[in-house]
């Protein structure tokens, strides 16, 4: 006779029974199971009609121009000039996900409000003055303080005019 606990002994291993066929054979318990347990007997037969389909699947064919496409943009890849270090910079900061940049964007932030703004770009610049190599940074430096004394000026501009015009006229 057979009972529940059998079924599912029997069911779980199913799955491997199925890849060894060595195995069914000497499993004559399992056989016998099969034999007197309908359900069962239906169970491994529906998982044997499954695989049978998933042996019948055909994976799909590329496309004829696959081939040709990438060797051509393999071809242009290879053939392109070496990327420059900006470049690989720019993919970098394109592609990467940020999760490595994240720690560097904080302590950078911390240490520019910690330096205090305006007045630590004026002490960085004075302390990369004496060195030439740095003059890209300095440069950057430079359009970095034009940028604030233009945006200040414009702030003083547009208080100015406020104050002359008053309220805006009502037409
Ligand atoms: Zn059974």
Known sequence: MTTKNDCHAIRSRMPDLL?????????????EHLASCPACSHEWQELQMTFALLDEWKTPEPSAYFDGKLHARLRDVIAAPPEGLLERFR????????????PALAGALALVLAVGGGSGLVGLRQHL????????????????????????????????SGADEGAPPTT
């Open 91 to 102: 993919s970098f900061l394109l592609f990467s996900t940020g999760r490595q940049l994240r």
């Open 129 to 160: 003055s004496g060195n030439q190599a740095s003059s890209a940074a300095l440069n950057d430096l430079n359009v970095l303080d034009n940028n604030a004394q233009a945006l200040q000026q414009m702030d003083q501009l547009l208080d100015e």
């Open 19 to 31: 890849f060894e066929t060595d195995l069914l054979k000497t499993r004559a318990d399992f056989r």
